[in-house]
């Protein structure tokens, strides 16, 4: 499998192409990555250096991946974080590029706006701007809760009126939608659930809900559900595998006391799932 991972990147700790690159490589995926920024470290610091890419310089890129005759053989275009409104027309011309290279090709989106505890953290055209066009034009989004919320112009809390909402969004285009923080009323305490929809059905697996944030965890669940997804076909299966490795490597970085993912000490969780969460059909 070969996936084209057009991310931001940075030099010390893991998101965007620095979180998502290595756990697909440990599963035997050949990545390409692109990168929209190239910062010494992610933003929750506060401060940070290095260059956002200019969208012109990130073409030219993804141009010169074309030259190789590579596009092909790509499988997946992987895209996270947005860090302007130039990028979303780079990322939907590879898009169109590769899919015309290769049919079978799909497009998975991230849609990063923020979460329900710290609200919008994008550049204020960005929301509106993956609602309306690039969403669309995506086989797979994961969305966290708030996320989802956003996009369809719901509130979903409780399992049915979230899975109404991923109903909305999968008529936008998208066939599959995995809602990466479900947190519902009913749920038990002390946990969090994640959820998956395609054609074939609806699945939702529970984890204990670890007491951090862990800047990144998300960018290694869009990328490690699309890879299990593309390969497996079923989305049960997906996600079974990816919550136990994201589960694993949050515990280990929980335990180390470290702020940064602790993405390489993880890869074993990669490579073997231990598949200790259950997954139940839910529709």
């Given amino acids: 499998m070969k996936i084209l991972s057009i991310q931001s990147a940075v030099a010390y700790g893991h998101v965007g192409n620095s979180a ?16 929209t920024v190239n910062f010494s470290n992610h933003t929750g610091y506060g401060v940070w250096r290095g260059p956002l890419i200019d969208p012109a310089d ?7 991946v074309e030259d190789r005759g590579v596009f092909p053989e790509i499988d997946v275009v992987l895209s996270g974080y947005q860090g302007g409104e130039g990028i979303a027309d780079v990322i939907l011309d590879a898009v169109a590029r590769v899919k015309a290279a290769n049919p079978n090709a799909v497009y998975a989106c991230d849609p990063v706006m923020g979460n329900a505890k710290s609200g919008c953290f994008v550049a204020p055209a960005i929301p509106d ?25 719901t509130e979903p809390d409780t399992l049915e009126s979230t899975l109404a909402s991923v109903d909305l969004v999968r008529e936008t285009g998208p066939r599959t939608v995995l809602v990466t923080s479900v947190e519902r009323p009913d749920r038990e305490e002390g946990t969090i659930e994640m959820l998956a929809v395609d054609d074939a059905g609806a699945w939702i697996v529970q984890t204990p809900l670890l007491p951090m944030k862990a800047n990144g965890s998300g960018d290694v669940t869009a990328a490690l ?8 076909g079923d989305a049960g299966v997906a996600l079974a595998r990816t919550t136990s490795s994201v589960f694993d490597l949050l515990s280990l970085t929980h335990e180390s006391g470290e702020r940064e993912l602790q993405l390489v ?9 231990r598949l200790q969460f259950e997954v139940r059909q839910v529709r």
């Avoid at 000490?265 to 799932?273: L, M």
């Fill in 20 to 35: 998502a690159v290595f756990p697909l490589q440990r599963i035997g995926v050949e990545v390409l990555p692109v990168y």
């Fill in 225 to 232: 559900f699309t890879a299990h997804y593309r390969e497996t």
């Fill in 58 to 64: 990130v073409r030219e890129v993804l141009a010169g």
């Fill in 129 to 153: 701007l993956l609602r309306d066009r690039v969403v669309p034009a995506a086989d797979i989004v994961t969305p966290n809760q708030f996320e989802l919320g956003y996009l369809t112009r």
């Fill in 265 to 273: 000490e993880a890869q074993e969780f990669y490579a073997h799932p």
